[in-house]
Nanobody, 121 residues
Framework: QVQLVESGGGLVQPGGSLRLSCAAS????????MGWYRQAPGKQRDLVAT???????NYADSVKGRFTVSRDNAKNTVYLQMNSLKPEDTAVYYC???????????????WGKGTLVTVSS
């Protein structure tokens, strides 16, 4: 069983910063990639940023230049540094991991439960 747990959400004023963390634990054989998605009220869940074990990154156009994804492979943890936050960044942010579990060693997608980010004055 693999678990992903996010932390770091909260209320921030426009122009402010937040750092999200997501730690993977459990029966992990290897992690292929980890990333962040977000879902605003009444909208679909969209990609924010992803990063592979080799540190290749991908960002949504709406966050390029403001958000930075990074990971600590030794800790099975991915981070999302969010700067210059805007009200439209308000959403529940979900961590996703493409992980080979220790039993089957087959790649599967695992999701965290999400953390709420609210950008408001």
């Amino acid at each position: 069983q693999v678990q992903l747990v996010e932390s770091g959400g909260g209320l921030v004023q426009p122009g402010g910063s937040l750092r999200l963390s997501c730690a993977a634990s459990g029966s992990i054989y290897s992690i292929i990639a980890m990333g962040w998605y977000r879902q605003a009220p009444g909208k679909q869940r969209d990609l924010v940023a992803t990063i592979t074990t080799g540190a290749n990154t991908n960002y949504a156009d709406s966050v390029k230049g403001r958000f930075t994804v990074s990971r600590d492979n030794a800790k099975n943890t991915v981070y999302l540094q969010m700067n210059s936050l805007k009200p439209e960044d308000t959403a529940v942010y979900y961590c996703k991991g493409q992980i080979r579990d220790g039993d089957t060693r087959l790649p599967q997608d695992y999701w965290g439960k999400g953390t709420l980010v609210t950008v408001s004055s």
